[in-house]
């Protein structure tokens, strides 16, 4: 881990996020090149609950008792991993692609931005701790 990531979560954070948001581009993408595949079931990606819960714990948090024990949440922002659910088609119309190339151009472009967001915001963490390190100039 770089030394100036030890004493700021913040930017743990925003580099966990900017990866996550990258991979949820990937499954995204990859259901909007599957539109026209027969049998296709699209791919959600799900990670927010987990990041929130990696950083803020819980209203219910697990305690491990014993060394031996199996974390059942991360309880680090950098163990998330985020969970990708496949929603077959239900309509039984068609060639049972579930693909909505309108729901997921929305779901593109709405990563994109949060993506986006996120960029802005370790922009700026970054800016200020050049402005510190530097002495104010």
Do not use: C, W
Not at 114 to 131: D, G, I, S
């Amino acid at each position: 881990m770089p030394f100036i990531q030890q004493f700021d979560p913040t930017l743990r954070m925003l580099q966990k996020v900017l990866d996550l948001r990258s991979e949820n581009q990937q499954v995204i993408s990859s259901n909007i090149a599957n539109a026209d595949t027969p049998g296709y079931a699209p791919a959600t990606m799900e990670f927010e609950q987990q990041l929130h819960d990696a950083m803020f714990g819980g209203s219910l948090k697990p305690v491990v008792t014993r060394a031996g024990h199996i974390p059942v949440t991360p309880s680090d922002v950098s163990q998330v991993q985020g969970t990708i659910t496949r929603q077959p088609d239900t309509t039984g119309i068609g060639d049972e692609n579930g693909v909505s190339v309108d729901r997921e151009m929305i779901r593109l472009a709405e990563n994109e931005i949060l993506y986006e967001a996120a960029v802005t915001m370790l922009n700026k963490k970054l800016a200020a701790l050049k402005y510190v390190a530097g002495d104010g100039r």
